[in-house]
């Protein structure tokens, strides 16, 4: 163990014990029960905290302890000094989901990267001999290219309400999986990511081959886009909550997956809402014929640019 890594560990242990209560405290200030002597007691604490963390950005820069110490300094300082009510709405919904989407970058094109490899692995198996359509892709899609229709065409005879709501209960458990499997060491997570690429890649490479990659790219261009953004950012979630699993840092292991869980739940916060709204797209405007493929194609486009652009660019002031 080099001393670097001694001097961390040795200011960890002795400092530790004020910052859980700070964060604990910064917690109970949050709900908006915290009696006078408590707030006093969080003030106190949270000016310690700011201290650490001075020390430790110059002792210690880019260690594991000075990042944990910067969120549980800026969650003491929010709720020190930022307003109740809608204050704390905008703190969760506005400012801290796209604060972790940004600091967590690596995860989310690890993400990407899985689900690329998949689909170009899918797409290409199918190309280079279609037989392997009868393993790849489900049965039900082939009887129905083999009948020249969609098997997306039952959206049109459903009540929206009823089709979109199994279609956001689908959608959300594929969701939580890639956001709870992290739990395997992201192992879980990179084979469901995997697997949903070679997936897609393996059907829209069939439905090509039968001519009718078109109709179902007509079919996927509203809520598509949207759909496997929500998917990434699980994914990514899970690999937050991996990373600690596998390398702690400075702290016990508990400790940091419990951290990385209670950040990476932030981004869940933003999939569950966008998971709504495509449900709602895929059971309406995606299987109708009242809308063209090129405005089906732009509000696509345009669902999933809103939210990278609110992820790249909200909460920066706060931050």
């Given at each position: 163990m080099s001393a670097r890594a001694r001097n961390v560990g040795a200011f960890v242990r002795a400092r530790r014990a004020g910052w859980d209560r700070l964060e604990v405290l910064a917690r109970r200030a949050e709900s908006g029960r915290l009696p006078l002597a408590e707030v006093e007691e969080l003030d106190r604490a949270y000016r310690r905290a700011a201290g650490d963390l001075a020390f430790a950005r110059g002792a210690f820069p880019g260690s594991d302890a000075e990042g944990h110490l910067a969120n549980v300094a800026a969650r003491a300082y929010a709720a020190l000094y930022r307003p109740r009510g809608v204050g704390i709405v905008r703190m969760f919904v506005v400012d801290d989901p796209p604060a972790v989407f940004r600091r967590h970058l690596?995860?989310?094109?690890?993400?990407?990267?899985?689900?690329?490899?998949?689909?170009?692995?899918?797409?290409?198996?199918?190309?280079?001999?279609?037989?392997?359509?009868?393993?790849?892709?489900?049965?039900?899609?082939?009887?129905?290219?083999?009948?020249?229709?969609?098997?997306?065409?039952?959206?049109l005879h459903a009540v929206p309400g009823i089709s979109g709501a199994a279609i956001a209960h689908n959608n959300l458990t594929v969701a939580s999986l890639a956001f709870g499997l992290g739990l395997t060491a992201g192992l879980g997570t990179a084979l469901l990511l995997f697997l949903n690429g070679l997936l897609l890649g393996a059907v829209l490479a069939h439905t090509a081959q039968a001519g009718m990659g078109g109709a179902l790219l007509s079919f996927v261009a509203a809520h598509g886009p949207a759909e496997l953004s929500a998917l990434l950012l699980s994914a990514q979630a899970g690999f937050v909550v991996a990373a600690a699993l596998v390398?702690?840092?400075?702290?016990?292991?508990?400790?940091?997956?419990?951290?990385?869980g209670r950040e990476a739940v932030r981004l869940m916060a933003v999939v569950v809402p966008v998971l709504a709204v495509v449900a709602l797209v895929e059971a309406t405007v995606s299987p109708s014929a009242h809308f063209s493929p090129a405005a089906k194609g732009t509000l696509g486009v345009a669902l999933a640019a809103a939210l990278w652009l609110f992820l790249a660019r909200a909460g920066r002031r706060a931050t």
């Open positions: 690596r995860a989310l094109a690890l993400a990407g990267a899985l689900l690329a490899a998949g689909a170009g692995a899918g797409a290409l198996a199918v190309a280079a001999d279609p037989g392997a359509a009868a393993i790849l892709v489900p049965e039900q899609v082939r009887d129905a290219v083999l009948a020249r229709q969609l098997w997306t065409e039952h959206l390398d702690p840092g400075e702290w016990p292991r508990r400790t940091a997956v419990a951290s990385a």
